[in-house]
């Protein structure tokens, strides 16, 4: 009796302890095996791919903008601001499993009409970025976690230049009119004008009526004059 009662009370006993359960990773999120370390700040993570591609995450946040086809149910995504080549540029997705090519960060709000809000360091990166296609169908790269540094200085992108109005080219004539004028180069203006040098005519009189000439007397035959009136 005494053998028979040890194995049941070992059973009980093993049956009083719980059974580790592992924990599962949330849908779209990558398991705990498969997450990449966190980097301390300023160092990012770097990945590489096929033929010496790599690329830097140096900030992680989220993005809401709404869909014009569903104003009502607002769209939220993973955003990742990665250094590729020297030049800042996103990744973006529903979750992390699956991004798409994004453009910097300004351009990508500007296209969205929405803010980036910037959480800490990248927490939660999946060992292996999958760099989707635009319709999620294809995966056009795929780049493995390699170690935290240093991250290379992205050029930020020039602002697009804004083309100026016709009247702005109008002032800028005036101006550069002004400039070449001779009160503004200290000279004399008949010393820089030619027509000032020469002599200006004098101004022409108006030509008088002539006046008739008065009647001659009349002169009899005898060679005596008479004057005018006198012979009615």
């Known amino acids: 009796m005494k053998r028979a009662a040890v194995p049941a009370v070992l059973l009980a006993a093993l049956s009083a302890v719980p059974l580790a359960v592992p924990a599962r990773a949330a849908p779209g999120e990558p398991a705990s095996g498969e997450v990449a370390p966190v980097c301390p700040a300023p160092q990012a993570a770097e990945f590489t791919g096929d033929k010496g591609f790599r690329l830097w995450v140096t900030r992680q946040g989220s993005m809401t903008w709404s869909n014009p086809l569903r104003p009502l ?8 601001q990665v250094v590729i080549r020297n030049k800042l540029a996103t990744a ?12 910097s960060p300004a351009a990508l709000e500007a296209q969205n009409g929405a803010t980036i809000q910037w959480a800490g360091a990248p ?10 296609a635009d319709d999620g169908g294809q995966v056009l790269a795929e780049l493995a976690f390699q170690a935290c540094g240093d991250a290379p200085k992205a050029a930020e992108p020039k602002p697009a230049p804004t083309a100026r109005k016709g009247g702005s080219k109008k002032v800028d004539k005036a101006r550069a009119a002004k400039a070449a004028s001779p009160e503004a180069e200290g000279a004399p203006a008949d010393a820089a004008d030619p027509a000032a040098e020469a002599p200006k005519p004098a101004p022409r009189r108006a030509a008088k009526p002539r006046r008739e000439n008065a009647a001659a007397p009349a002169r ?12 009615p």
């Open 220 to 231: 009899t035959p005898g060679g005596l004059m008479l004057p005018q009136g006198a012979i």
């Open 123 to 132: 927490d939660g990166l999946p060992r292996t970025l999958r760099i989707l």
């Open 92 to 103: 973006y997705g529903p979750d992390l499993s699956g991004l798409r090519r994004g453009p």
């Open 73 to 80: 149910s607002p769209e939220t995504v993973q955003v990742l």
